[in-house]
């Protein structure tokens, strides 16, 4: 008996896409959550790094980007931010990309810290920080795509994210100066691993790398499209584009 989804040629017959009345139903849904959720104001904006304390509390976005190129938004989806830590995953796709899997493991791992993000403390075992998602693994994979002047491994990530994101980004300089005032910790963590031998002695320009990185302005449409076109196998399902490549 021949498959049902199969035609008359015994070619594969692709799945329908969704029903305009689906597509709907996921806006509908997004409103709904934004509507039961606009109003809430538990919290505190961020001052750690003192440029984030100026941001408007009230400020509320949802976007939903999908593989196959659907935009569902509403709320205050345009207004921007800086990225901060959601640097992390795509700084370490491009050093796997730059430097590929072996040497990049060399110097970052791939496991549970069980601590705080920010926490200034290595693998006992290897010297490594524990995985690329917390601040020291993301310090050393910007030390592996920093460049040489820094400004150019600035620009690098920059337009590789314009790219990802479908628009041309930037970097917001008064944040960046913040934290590079403010970044005492992150220091001690990069010493810390410039001790052991986890990244080279440009230490401040491993630094500089990162605080960019972590300031670079986005809007939730932008961040939305860039972990589709993650998902998507490197392709920004909206442009087309083949931004990122997973051949490491």
């Given amino acids: 008996m021949r498959s049902a989804s199969n035609n008359e040629k015994g070619k594969r017959i692709p799945p329908k896409g969704p029903s305009p009345a689906d597509l709907l139903r996921v806006q509908q849904i997004v409103d709904g959550i934004y509507e039961k959720y606009k109003n809430v104001d538990d919290g505190e904006v961020a001052t750690y790094i003192p440029e984030l304390g100026k941001a408007d509390p009230k400020h509320f976005g949802i976007c939903i980007a ?3 190129g659907r935009v569902f938004r509403v709320g205050d989806w345009d207004k921007e931010f800086t990225i901060q830590s959601m640097c992390k995953p795509f700084g370490f796709q491009m050093a796997l990309e730059q430097c590929g899997l072996e040497e990049v493991t060399k110097h970052i791992g791939v496991e549970p810290s069980g601590d705080p993000f920010n926490s200034i403390e290595l693998d006992a075992k290897t010297s490594r920080p524990f995985n690329p998602m917390i601040n020291a693994g993301a310090i050393a994979g ?36 913040s934290e590079t005032l403010t970044g005492n910790r992150n220091r001690a963590i ?17 630094l500089q790398q990162y605080f960019a990185q972590c300031s670079m302005l986005v809007t939730c449409q932008d961040v939305a499209t860039m972990a589709a076109t993650l998902a998507n196998m490197g392709t920004n399902p909206t442009t087309g584009k083949q931004v990122f490549d997973f051949q490491f």
């Fill in 66 to 68: 999908t593989v196959d």
């Fill in 190 to 206: 990069a010493y810390l691993m410039r001790n052991f031998g986890i990244i080279d002695e440009q230490v401040n320009e491993t």
């Fill in 142 to 177: 910007a030390s592996l795509i920093k460049r040489s002047p820094v400004e150019a491994g600035v620009q690098a990530f920059v337009d590789k994210m314009s790219e990802a994101a479908g628009r041309d980004l930037k970097i917001d300089y008064e944040v960046m100066q």
